[in-house]
């Protein structure tokens, strides 16, 4: 059963424009979210996250967002640059941390 | 401060065989998870251990076992080896807080022919 759920399995996005990356997850007992970026054959790296009690995290180009009643977590990248272009997972912490499938990012020069 | 490192780097090994997998943490960090990353599958959870306990557990089968050490290093085996378990294996460290971050190492490409 997949708690955290990305929909969209790729994206691509314009130099320059934003990307908007979603995430749904099924707990409300879930208090800690992250996204983390992944180039093909390196481990996940750490990107941003926010906590239950919080709407909005930013840091530098990226911020997160955070809807609890939607059970709704959103990335937003501005603006988008080439380097960028990876997979995005995003993840929420119970008992344990429980990842989505990915959305693979595509930032187009 | 260094990284997770994880040994090997790729491993090659064939059906029925096992295999042992490394895993050093962060300097200070006192967990260590364990996943198992396949194409469409996302990360799933193997394991995670905290000061040398397993702490939690996902839902794969007996075969997958794992260990810490004191020192927090921890290893993961897998025995009796199917074709399924073709898959790059990371390892993650944290603090081991409630509301932790994990960081990963590099993974482990395991392949099984």
């Known amino acids: 059963d997949q708690q955290v759920k990305q929909n969209s399995p790729s994206l691509s996005v314009q130099e320059g424009r934003i990307s908007i990356l979603n995430c749904d997850y099924t707990n409300s007992m879930f208090d800690y979210f992250l996204w983390y970026k992944k180039y093909p054959a390196e481990g996940p790296t750490f990107l941003i996250s926010i906590s239950s009690i919080k709407d909005k995290n930013e840091d530098g180009r990226f911020t997160v967002f955070l809807n609890k009643s939607a059970k709704h977590l959103s990335l937003h990248i501005v603006p988008s640059q080439p380097g960028d272009s990876a997979v995005y997972f995003c993840a929420a912490t119970g008992n344990q941390f429980y990842f989505g499938t990915g959305t693979s990012l595509t930032v187009i020069p | 401060k260094a990284g997770v490192t994880q040994t090997p780097r790729y491993l090659i090994k064939t059906r029925g065989q096992q295999v042992t997998l490394s895993c050093s943490p962060i300097?200070?960090?006192?967990?260590v998870s364990w996943y198992q990353q396949t194409p469409g599958q996302g990360l799933q959870f193997l394991f995670e251990y905290f000061s040398e306990t397993q702490r939690n557990k996902g839902n794969f089968p007996g075969r997958f076992s794992g260990r810490q050490f004191s020192n927090s290093r921890s290893e993961m085996n897998v025995s009796t080896l199917e074709l399924g378990d073709s898959a790059l294996y990371l390892c993650a460290s944290g603090v081991g807080r409630d509301t932790d971050t994990q960081y990963f190492g590099p993974g482990t490409r395991l392949t099984v022919l």
């Open positions: 300097s200070g960090h006192r967990s």
